[in-house]
């Protein structure tokens, strides 16, 4: 028998019984709609938080922090001891290391300020996050600026883009309106160190520092914080501290590797971990987020799975049903020399064709159904986010393209796999006995 | 079955020729039907050999059986068995669809075969729209579609009145004289003017006439 002529007679045997075909299908309609909305809807959030961790950072940035030993550094058989061996810190040697790394572009260490500290401007004042990197350029970071330059000098900071944000009136009285955050670009703000003796007496430290970029946004740490020459935060540390540091010896508290390549930053990461030291990528922990949404999409996928197995019982009956009403219709097939491979294909067709139509169903009222929730969401989201004054996700619901196409051929194979129990019996029926039959 | 012995045909020696119009007569559980659907590879015997030009039916496989089916003989039944979906000229042409054969071609040689049963005005009529005695020449085409030389009708009358019986029989008739080898299972008294052998079963034997009709006789008597 000819594909085409198969497929024809499929057809015209479906639309014999429209309405039971049609009320079959809808189940499968049901469950391909279940399956498409709410695959629809895991791939929505993971859209959605992919785009806030978006500014997660560069992709060609790789942390690095010392490793003080312990954990997964036992010695194997033996007992299990930290020797100092273990430790690793990130001094200027190590640091060499890391550079000698093939597809590493720099290496530029970095210290927080270890001090409380207070930034004033005009009569607003904040607490700031004062981050020390070794360069004269933030660039280096991966970070770019919206107004000024990324050079730092001394007596300069360059600001994330949210900082403003940060400052309050410490005066403000309750029930009067706070004031807009402030524009600190080209302005001289003044930065007060504390630091407490022993007995808790107060010494300040005043700093006049001059605004000299403000970065973009990136959504990332750089958003907050304030970027100053490693060297002054070194020295402030160390008045703070009362001691003195050497890079030499005690190491950074943090590194930061760049890598030319994004796709190199895994590797680069592995080979770091190697030498003994923790290596985080931004990439890793999409891998993570990633798999997280896999998962939850096979979940999601599964419960509406449900809804299709639910139909494909339905396929089975309603094919179980149409071949015993065509006994005799079967019998005669056999008489006019169709074989029993013919007979299976024709009624594992309709079971098919059943799946199919419902499959097409499915996926036409699971996207009006995204599409609705999208608007939904859209609506919800922007009263919020007028609220917040801040960029939400637009999308609740994405349907990838696969998606589609997935469950299309599943509810085909779903009706083709309910109809095989049933086109099996049409096909090894004992043709006098078909023929036969009232 | 309540110990009683069910015999579906049971020792029963027949031989056909070729080109020949048999008519095959008995009583009902004479076994008559029984013998028809054996000779056309539709049921299996238990036990006894069946063979056409050579071929062994009872050693065949399910596949072999519906491939000589589709190259050897065409059916007829009492009851038509159209598929009410098809048209006339669908109903006609659909055999072949297991032969494989184009569209086209189908359509061409199921027109050819409508106009030779007489019907070639009624290709688009569904069988509810037709009369038995239409709806019976419809699936003689049928039958005849794949070239078979073997026709194989059982009860084609029953159904029928008398006139379009006499039409279905003379259809038949011509089959036979146009050099096909036409085996009829009937009650139908007329059909054995066109025969030229008949057989005369009794509870599964063949029998003479002259048994045959004492037979017939006694069961009358016994009403």
Redesign the interface.
């Known amino acids: ?2 594909f085409f ?1 198969l497929l024809r ?1 499929v057809a ?2 479906l ?2 019984r429209k309405a039971r075909v049609a009320l079959t299908a809808v189940g499968v309609v049901i469950g391909t709609a279940a399956v498409v909305v709410l695959v629809s809807l895991a791939s929505g959030l993971r859209q959605s938080a992919s785009e806030q961790l978006y500014g997660i950072g560069d992709l060609t940035l790789i942390q690095v922090s010392p490793s003080y030993g312990g954990e997964g550094m036992y010695m194997g058989g033996g007992g299990a001891i930290s020797s100092p061996s273990d430790v690793k810190l990130l001094t200027n040697s190590a640091l060499e290391d890391f550079r000698a790394i093939p597809g590493v572009e720099s290496v530029i260490p970095r210290e927080y300020l270890m001090s409380s500290a207070l930034i004033k401007f005009q009569k607003l004042e904040m607490y700031p996050n004062i981050i020390g990197i070794g360069t004269n350029d933030v660039a280096d970071l991966g970070d770019t600026t919206d107004r000024g330059s990324t050079e730092l000098g001394r007596g300069s900071i360059v600001i994330g883009v949210t900082v403003p944000q940060s400052f309050y009136d410490p005066n403000l009285r309750p029930g009067k309106e706070p004031p807009p955050p402030p524009d600190l670009f080209n302005q001289q703000v003044q930065m007060v160190v504390f630091k407490y003796d022993s007995e808790g007496h107060e010494t300040r430290k005043n700093i006049a520092l001059r605004v000299t970029g403000v970065l973009k946004e990136t959504r990332g740490e750089s958003d907050w914080a304030i970027y100053m020459p490693l060297e002054q935060v070194k020295l402030l540390n160390e008045w703070s501290q009362n001691r003195r540091f050497n890079y030499n010896k005690d190491g950074y508290s943090m590194a930061i590797v760049k890598v030319t390549d994004a796709n190199q930053a895994m590797e680069v990461a592995d080979q770091i971990t190697a030498m003994g030291f923790q290596a985080y990528t931004p990439q890793s922990f999409l891998e993570g987020i990633n798999n997280f949404f896999i998962i939850l999409q096979v979940i999601f996928g599964g419960v509406g799975a449900i809804a299709l197995l639910v139909a494909a019982i339905g396929i089975a009956n309603t094919m179980a049903m149409s071949i015993l009403e065509r006994t ?2 079967i ?12 007979v299976l294909a024709i009624f594992l067709g309709e079971a098919a064709g059943i799946g199919f139509l419902g499959g097409l169903g499915g996926i036409a009222v699971g996207w009006l159904a995204s599409q609705a929730i999208n608007i939904l969401a859209s609506i919800y989201m922007a009263n919020q986010a007028g609220q917040q004054g801040s960029g939400l996700p637009s999308v609740a619901a994405v349907i990838p393209l696969w998606l589609p196409v997935f469950a299309l051929v599943f509810s085909t194979l779903v009706g083709m796999l309910s109809g095989l129990y049933p086109a099996l019996r049409a096909a090894t029926m ?3 006995l078909a ?1 036969k039959y009232e | 079955m309540g110990g009683q012995v069910v015999r579906a045909l049971d020792n029963v020696d027949v031989e056909i020729e070729e080109g020949t119009f048999t008519v095959v007569m008995g009583p009902s559980g004479s076994g008559k039907s029984t013998l028809l659907y054996l000779l056309g590879g539709l049921d299996r015997a238990t036990s006894g050999e069946i063979s056409i030009e050579g071929e062994r039916l009872d050693q065949m496989d399910e596949n072999a059986l519906a491939l000589f089916r589709r190259r050897t003989m065409g059916f007829v039944f009492q009851s038509f068995n159209l598929i009410p979906s098809m048209d006339a000229l669908e109903n006609v042409g659909f055999p072949m669809q297991f032969a494989g054969t184009n569209a086209k071609q189908r359509k061409i040689r199921a027109q050819e075969l409508l106009a030779q049963v007489g019907l070639e005005n009624r290709a688009d009529h569904r069988p509810s729209e037709l009369s038995g005695g239409q709806q019976q020449r419809v699936a003689i085409a049928r039958a005849l579609v794949n070239a078979p030389k073997l026709i194989l009708a059982d009860e084609p009358t029953g159904n029928l009145d008398t006139s379009s019986g006499s039409a279905v029989m003379r259809v038949l008739s011509d089959l036979h004289k146009a050099g096909r080898t036409v085996l009829v299972v009937t009650h139908d008294p007329r059909m054995t003017h066109f025969a030229t052998h008949r057989i005369y079963l009794l509870d599964g034997r063949v029998v003479g006439e002259a048994e045959y009709e004492s037979a017939a006789l006694e069961a009358l008597q016994i009403e």
């Open positions: 028998m000819k002529d007679l015209g045997n639309t014999r005799r219709e019998g005669l097939m056999k008489a006019v020399g169709a074989t029993n491979r013919d004992v043709p006098v023929l």
